[in-house]
């Protein structure tokens, strides 16, 4: 069992815990990610690590809730347990040798940025965050990213707040102009993913995506995660979840993600109606 | 008394109505049956069975009990060389081991030596007579190891062994698991209706009655490496951590919607209980028409769990003949029972879908040729002999093999090409202090070989202190 030690609401679906898993800190890398189980009847979830603290044994996730196991997640208050923890999985993702970095995060995918930014930052990197939202409130990390950014952009799709448009069209303007950008992040929605690695490929520019796949496990044993990367077959638990995005079959991995929708909207439902 | 030429029946549970349910199949023997079919030893003296055991279980000595009546007695006498019998009476291929040597066997049928171990588990597990006594665990102590610390990673059916004998020599045995829970194949891969998990409890909560600590959610090689054991002081490591690794046939159409590797299907069900959705959380996805390709034990279970889904054709789809199956004989026969549709002699080259699920495998006929490296005839396509499966489910069921996450994370541990560990014949690998035995050594086997190899290590490891601290 696994203690929350503090919880934030970043916006109305995006929130942060912290909760103590020493074994888990003390390993951690930008990349890694945990699997939890709320309960003994939970789904195996997996989520990344957004930050930990190897003295204090604290591991901090970040996640957005959009199904039945996230939203009870969600609920779950300062001082409440979570059952099961497991972890650092996946592979983190090697930060060295690069002069300039984009970073860009979408939605929730920029608290998984997050790691990231602080890592190229502190690697001496000179680093350049885009984050990208629907809307003003839905804006998350601002003054975290800020932090940790040399030079820092937010984009929203209604306009409501810094630039008004998607973080693919400050990422153009930056690649039109500066031809020193020797690396390219891009954490989250797969239309958004793709759509960067569509464009950095016309600059030929090294550029590095995180899948979120569908996992039971998360160490290699089911294959639920597999990816098509340049042809072939991965599992994004042990062989990612970082990949050349180049090379990723997204439109596999956008039809991979949708094979449970009804049974997701299902166990929502079942669960309206046991609190009615 | 005439001797009884036939294994006195088990009852079986019929198959129109156990489609319907996940309750076990057979239901064990009553105590009259349990004295009959005991009553067919011939109690021999050279007692070839035993040769048969991997865990040299001394099963006259037990039969003799179970049909002087003392079932408590015949379970201590299992117990002293077998720490999980109930797991071993339900899925022991008794027929290849202890019973293909049974001298009964020659003319008549062999003794049911599998079905007496269950009976007598079962009824001391219901008695509460099953966990070993004090003396019973003490007397193999030795003072010279007591207090030590060995690891044991994976709680599957090696690790469980091993640390059960560590802990019986006087070991601080801590067992480190990956998954929320224990047992391993036990508990993800055999279903619920061939081992209930509420057996595999039992026997986990004997192992941990010995003294044995187990810390699950804790990947080996990522959570935890074995230099930071030995740092930590533990003085032998034991590796047991099984062929997790799914196969695949690397054909197009693989990784369409539909299509599980027997592992996540089962993984699913069992150990995430996906058949209770949506009570459990974890959904599995099983419609009308379901191949499962493989003619092993684990292509069974999948065929098997997929009818109880509810799905009404299932097929077996198998590049050989039904003689050459690797599964059980009383797996197929209950699959068949159970309506499970076998189409042998038939590999499947291609999966075809429409808007991104499964909707048709494409499958070449096979003809067996001349005998291959594994004794087997070889299957070989018949040209032009294409044809379509119309189907919503695939699950690949070909094999498995050892998880590379530890290895690939441990200096100067050795491995095979396909990933197992290489071992000498002790069951020592190149590190020093560590052992490995169970699927990550020899490949996907069978859990009572597993029990066997982890209760060598763990006798090897008692010498190997032994000897080091002379």
């Known amino acids: ?276 | 008394m005439a001797l009884k030429p036939k294994k006195t029946p088990m009852k079986e549970q019929d198959p129109k109505e156990r489609v319907k349910n996940y309750d076990e199949v057979p239901e064990g023997y009553s105590d009259e049956d349990a004295v009959l079919e005991a009553e067919r030893c011939l109690q021999c003296k050279h007692q070839p069975c035993v040769d048969g055991c991997p865990v040299s279980v001394p099963i006259p000595q037990f039969i003799q009990a179970v049909k002087d009546g003392d079932v408590v007695k015949a379970n201590q006498i299992i117990k002293s060389k077998n720490n999980l019998p109930a797991v071993c009476g339900r899925v022991c291929p008794q027929e290849e081991q202890c019973e293909q040597l049974c001298v009964m066997g020659i003319k008549n049928e062999p003794v049911a030596i599998g079905r007496l171990e269950r009976y007598v588990a079962d009824y001391n597990m219901k008695r509460g007579t099953d966990k070993a006594s004090k003396k019973e665990v003490e007397k193999d102590r030795i003072p010279e190891l007591e207090g030590k610390k060995a690891a044991v990673i994976g709680a599957g059916p090696a690790g469980l062994t091993a640390a059960a004998d560590l802990a019986k020599y006087g070991f601080n045995v801590t067992i480190f698991e990956a998954l929320h829970d224990t047992g391993g194949v036990l508990r993800y891969g055999i279903p619920e209706f061939r081992l209930p998990k509420a057996i595999v409890d039992e026997e986990v909560e004997g192992i941990k009655d010995l003294g044995v600590n187990i810390q699950l959610n804790v990947v080996a090689g990522k959570t935890i490496t074995i230099d930071e054991l030995f740092a930590d002081g533990y003085e032998a490591v034991f590796i047991g951590t099984g062929a997790g690794l799914p196969k695949f046939m690397n054909i197009p159409g693989e990784n369409l919607n539909g299509v599980y590797s027997a592992n996540e299907f089962l993984t699913r069900v069992n150990l995430m209980k996906a058949y209770k959705y949506p009570e459990y959380k974890t959904p599995v996805k099983v419609q009308n028409k379901v191949a499962v390709v493989g003619g092993g034990n684990v292509a069974m279970d999948a065929a098997r769990t997929a009818r109880r889904l509810g799905a009404e054709k299932v097929y077996i789809v198998y590049r050989r003949a039904e003689e050459q199956m690797p599964g059980r004989d009383e797996e197929i026969e209950h699959a068949k029972e159970e309506g499970v549709i076998f189409k042998l002699l038939n590999n499947p080259i291609a999966i075809h879908g429409k808007n991104g699920m499964v909707d048709k495998m494409e499958c070449i006929q096979m003809e067996l040729g001349e005998k291959d490296s594994s004794g087997r005839r070889r299957p070989i396509p018949v040209e032009d002999s294409n044809w379509m499966l119309d189907l919503d489910t695939v699950i690949i069921a070909i094999g498995q093999s050892p998880n590379p996450m530890l290895t690939k994370n441990t200096k100067d541990l050795e491995t095979e090409s396909w990933g197992g560990i290489i071992t000498d014949e002790n069951l020592k690998t190149s590190r020093e202090g560590v052992y490995a035995g169970g699927d990550v050594v020899t490949g996907a086997a069978t859990v009572i070989k597993a029990m066997g190899a982890g209760k060598k290590a763990a006798e090897n490891i008692k010498e190997y202190l032994l000897n080091k601290n002379k």
């Open chain 1, 1 to 276: 069992m696994y203690e929350i030690l503090k919880k934030e609401i970043l916006a109305p679906t995006i929130k942060k815990i912290k909760v103590k898993a020493p074994l888990i800190a003390r390993k951690t890398e930008p990349g890694n990610f945990i699997i939890l189980r709320v309960d003994e009847k939970g789904e195996r979830i997996p989520l990344t690590v957004a930050d930990h603290d190897d003295e204090t044994g604290e591991v901090t996730i970040i996640f957005q809730e959009v199904g039945y196991s996230t939203k009870l997640l969600g609920s779950l208050e300062k001082g409440d347990y979570i059952h099961d923890i497991v972890g650092p999985l996946g592979h983190h993702i090697d930060m060295e040798g690069y002069k300039k970095v984009v970073l860009l995060g979408g939605g929730s995918g920029t608290a998984l940025l997050y790691p990231k930014v602080k890592g190229f930052y502190e690697m001496g990197a000179e680093v350049i965050t885009i984050t990208g939202a629907r809307t003003k409130n839905l804006v998350i990390l601002e003054e975290e990213l800020n932090n940790y950014s040399d030079r820092f952009f937010i984009t929203t799709d209604d306009g409501s707040y810094g630039h008004h448009g998607f973080v693919t069209d400050v990422l153009e303007d930056l690649l039109d102009k500066e031809d020193d950008i020797d690396l390219v992040v891009a954490i989250g929605p797969v239309p958004m993913m793709r759509a960067v690695a569509d464009m950095t490929e016309e600059y030929d520019i090294e550029t590095i995506v995180s899948l979120n796949s569908i996992m039971v496990d998360g160490t290699g044993m089911c294959g639920a995660c597999r990816v098509t990367i340049g042809g072939e077959t991965k599992f994004t638990c042990v062989d990612g979840p970082a990949f050349d995005g180049h090379k990723v079959d997204f439109e596999e991995l956008m039809n991979r993600l949708s094979f449970y929708q009804d049974e997701e909207a299902l166990a929502e439902e079942t669960e309206e109606e046991v609190n009615e």
